[in-house]
């Protein structure tokens, strides 16, 4: 009992405040864990890209890089397929002729962006993830993206990805981020020696610091 009694003095002395504060930090640590586990599961998942880009198509236009459906690779007027580099272009076009005698297609869900458009998908994903921090797990800045500068692109469906994931090398088509298997940059050299290690997410990317 002796013991027992500062022990309860103690409790009793704790501000309602305190105690909800430290609720507060629980359910927010939950929160974090149980998104963490769910990120991880959904790696399948559709690309952020696609949610956000239904919200943004009304303020954005083709020319800024937004590709509407059912637009392939082999596409010669929409500005996302069009404005990426040449060399990622014609090497995306020669695997999806080779893919296409194994009877799968190639589409572009996301190709060049204007840094209008990629500041938007930043400022969604802000909105969508809580903060910058995660957001740039998944979203870079305009002054950072692979695909403002025209070097990178969003493939789909998941036939064409897993496809690109085995013989993508080949053709120095490279998944560069382990969270996201649908963005394919160039890498001339993985034709000799197959495609770098990937980056976890693209926090990872020194490319990435700012
Ligand atoms: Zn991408």
Not at 4 to 27: D, F, K, N, Q
Not at 29 to 42: E, N, R
Request: with cysteine; net charge negative; aromatic share 8%.
């Amino acid at each position: 009992m002796t013991y027992s009694e500062p022990a309860r003095t103690t409790t009793r002395r704790i501000p309602r405040i305190l105690v909800a504060g430290l609720l507060v930090i629980i359910a927010a640590i939950a929160a974090a864990l149980g998104y963490q586990s769910l990120a991880s599961k959904s790696s399948t998942a559709a690309s952020p890209v696609d949610v956000l880009r239904s919200e943004h198509r009304g303020a954005l236009g083709e020319a800024d890089g937004v590709v509407p459906d059912g637009v392939t690779v082999f596409d010669d007027e929409i500005p996302g397929v069009t404005n990426l580099d040449p060399a990622l272009l014609g090497a995306l076009r020669q695997a999806a002729t080779d893919a296409a005698g194994d009877g799968v297609e190639f589409f572009v869900d996301s190709g060049w962006r204007s840094p209008k458009y990629q500041n938007q998908l930043l400022r969604g994903a802000v909105s969508e993830y809580g903060s910058e921090e995660e957001a740039a797990r998944w979203v870079a800045t305009a002054e950072t993206s692979a695909h403002v500068s025209g070097d990178a692109v969003d493939i789909g469906p998941f036939d064409a990805t897993a496809w690109l994931s085995e013989h993508g090398a080949d053709y120095g088509l490279c998944q560069i981020y382990s969270n996201e298997p649908w963005h394919y940059e160039l890498r001339p050299e993985a034709v000799d020696h197959g495609c770098p290690p990937m980056y976890a997410d693209p926090t990872q990317d020194p490319r990435m610091q700012r």
